[in-house]
């Protein structure tokens, strides 16, 4: 990552072409944090097409906090796709060590734990900020201006979708973890939870928006 650009700094074709290639960096954790940011830009655009119209000015305070609160998590999750390109190149910078003598494979067991620690602890925190995302898409989706409410049904959809797809790279890593790591202990309970409320918030933002859809 430290010679190529930034993720948020290349096309959308240059992204999906580094995507679809060999290359495992970046990957679905990558993918995932970025599909959260977009889930974001989406409520963020939902509140600005709603605030300062008189046929919402009741909600002006909402919409205004929702949208601060979504841009401040587009720029995170932007970070987090970042951090987990990084966090593989880690890993398979680690696993590239040299493991001839024992000072070099205790060096080598000692990076790899690392890298692995993070490569699990990133998609972690992309989860639970993608579920803040989905949270403020089912805030917005009953007040926000009725024309883009469908905007804020791919929000929740995208933001439903990261944290999901991040939570699969939390599985995948967790076994690479020493038996006694924090992470490896606390991560099932975690997920669980995630998952549950990301169905919960999920459906309740899908209904608001498909009450608002309806023939009136």
């Given at each position: 990552m430290s010679d190529s650009p930034r993720l948020s700094h290349l096309t959308v074709n240059a992204l999906l072409d580094r995507l679809a290639s060999s290359d495992p960096v970046p990957?679905?954790?990558?993918?995932?944090?970025?599909?959260?940011?977009?889930?974001?830009?989406?409520?963020?655009?939902?509140?600005?097409?709603?605030?300062g119209r008189p046929e919402y000015a009741e909600h002006d305070g909402t919409v205004t906090e929702l949208k601060a609160a979504a841009l401040a998590r587009k720029g995170l999750l932007l970070t987090l796709?970042?951090?987990?390109?990084?966090?593989?190149?880690?890993?398979?910078?680690?696993?590239?060590?040299?493991?001839?003598?024992e000072p070099e494979r205790e060096a080598r067991a000692t990076a790899l734990r690392g890298a692995m620690v993070e490569a699990a602890r990133v998609p972690m925190?992309?989860?639970?900020?993608?579920?803040?995302?989905?949270?403020?898409?089912?805030?917005?989706?009953?007040?926000?201006?009725?024309?883009?409410?469908?905007?804020?049904?791919?929000?929740?959809r995208l933001s439903a979708a990261a944290l999901r797809?991040?939570?699969?790279?939390?599985?995948?890593?967790l076994p690479y973890l020493p038996a006694d790591e924090p992470l490896r202990l606390s991560a099932p309970a975690e997920i669980a939870r995630l998952e549950a409320a990301a169905t919960e918030h999920e459906r309740a933002a899908l209904d608001a928006v498909d009450a608002r859809l309806a023939p009136s």
């Open positions: 990957g679905g954790g990558s993918a995932a944090a970025l599909a959260g940011a977009m889930g974001a830009g989406l409520v963020a655009m939902v509140a600005e097409l709603t605030a796709a970042e951090e987990d390109a990084s966090a593989y190149e880690a890993v398979v910078s680690a696993r590239r060590l040299p493991k001839d003598s925190r992309t989860a639970v900020v993608a579920g803040e995302v989905l949270e403020l898409a089912e805030r917005i989706a009953p007040i926000g201006n009725r024309n883009a409410v469908s905007d804020a049904g791919v929000a929740a797809g991040a939570l699969l790279n939390v599985r995948i890593n």
